[in-house]
């Protein structure tokens, strides 16, 4: 009696001990995937980055070209001050979409010669 009563608790400590086991295996396993998650967003970020900076390149690439064809206009008109635009013009950067906005500080219309 003394045998199977230590038997049944041999099983019911190796079970207590798998379950054990299996359970801190499933949270490595979530630790795992959270840091796999983690790392792949940040890859989608900086591709996004990336991607983002090509196409101001783009824009001031387009925009270099446009001020050639239209001496007239002024080289200042109407780029940011950080690409060398009219100093009256403060660049901006709106930290919810990341985007260059330009506040016209003069009082005056931000493209005087379209008008």
């Not at 991607?51 to 070209?65: I, S």
């Not at 109407?78 to 016209?104: C, K, M, Q």
Request: hydrophobic share 35%.
């Amino acid at each position: 009696m003394q045998a199977i009563k230590e038997k049944l608790q041999d099983m019911s400590a190796m079970r207590q001990a798998k379950a054990e086991a299996k359970a801190e295996e499933k949270e490595e396993k979530e630790i795992a995937k959270a840091r796999l998650d983690v790392a792949s967003e940040i890859r989608k970020a900086r591709e996004a980055e990336a991607e983002m900076d090509l196409h101001v390149k783009k824009a001031a690439q387009k925009v270099e070209k446009e001020m050639a064809k239209h001496p007239e206009l002024g080289a200042d008109d109407h780029l940011p001050v950080s690409a060398g635009g009219d100093p009256n013009l403060l660049g901006t950067r709106d930290s919810s979409t990341n985007i260059n906005t330009n506040i016209n500080t003069t009082g005056t219309t931000p493209y005087p010669n379209l008008l």
